[in-house]
């Protein structure tokens, strides 16, 4: 099982570049999520989306957008990076359906986004 | 709006003690409590995952107990190890109208020296 896949691992991008992080998962979960954590903090709510057609924000939804077209993928969009969207970004996903299941959480690798 | 807060932020100890890790929350209506661990420079790893409806979850050394009254988390280390050092993340999933929010605390990191 590949689990959650994020890509890039790595990526530096100048001032007021855009990019899409790519994420997605194979285990059928309905939640997915993205944060950011910055050096000695911790992590951050981005975005988060209940199903496919349906996203919401986070604590610091500020110059990223999402989309969720399918269940399996939720890109994140950076739109005229700055330098304060340097950290490393997680997406993960858990199913969440009831009182039944767990809603274990599971996480994607990371990508490390440097902005200069 | 939920916040979850972890204490102490840093801890040091020497091989073979016994450890607790704090983790506390504001809004009591949550639907499980998770606790990560994560290396440096690595992604999240779960260690342990407390229902709303349920107490405490063992595995291994590791023990997670949950007080939703109080509002508050415990994570036990038992005879700890080198291998242990980490930082140590809780986060909080809601419940409610805010269902499937996960808020986290901002860790705890542990260095477990021989």
């Known amino acids: 099982n590949a689990g959650v896949t994020q890509t890039p691992k790595f990526r530096i991008l100048k001032i007021g570049q855009s990019m899409t992080l790519q994420c997605t998962q194979d285990?059928?979960?309905?939640?997915m999520y993205w944060y950011r954590q910055d050096p000695g903090m911790g992590l951050k709510l981005i975005y988060y989306s209940v199903g496919a057609g349906i996203t919401d924000k986070g604590e610091v939804p500020n110059g990223y957008n999402v989309s969720r077209s399918t269940t399996e993928d939720f890109p994140l969009r950076l739109e005229l990076a700055a330098p304060s969207q340097t950290s490393v970004y997680f997406c993960?996903?858990?199913?969440?359906?009831?009182?039944?299941?767990?809603?274990?959480?599971?996480f994607g690798e990371g990508s490390r986004l440097t902005v200069l | 709006k939920q916040e979850v807060t972890q204490i102490p932020a840093a801890l040091s100890v020497p091989e073979g003690e016994n450890l607790v890790l704090n983790c506390s929350f504001t809004?009591?209506?949550?639907?499980?409590l998770q606790w990560f661990r994560q290396d440096p420079g690595k992604g999240l790893t779960s260690l342990l995952l407390?229902?709303?409806?349920?107490r405490e979850q063992t595995s291994g050394r590791l023990n997670a107990s949950l007080d939703k009254s109080s509002g508050r988390s415990t994570l036990y280390i038992a005879a700890s190890q080198p291998g242990d050092s980490a930082t140590y993340l809780c986060?909080?999933?809601?419940?409610?109208?805010?269902?499937?929010?996960?808020?986290f605390g901002q860790g705890t990191i542990l260095t477990v020296h021989p």
């Open positions: 993960a996903s858990s199913y969440l359906l009831g009182k039944d299941l767990t809603g274990e959480l599971f």
């Open positions: 986060a909080a999933l809601a419940g409610g109208t805010s269902y499937g929010k996960l808020t």
């Open positions: 285990m059928n979960h309905n939640y």
């Open positions: 809004d009591s209506a949550i639907y499980n």
């Open positions: 407390i229902q709303s409806s349920q």
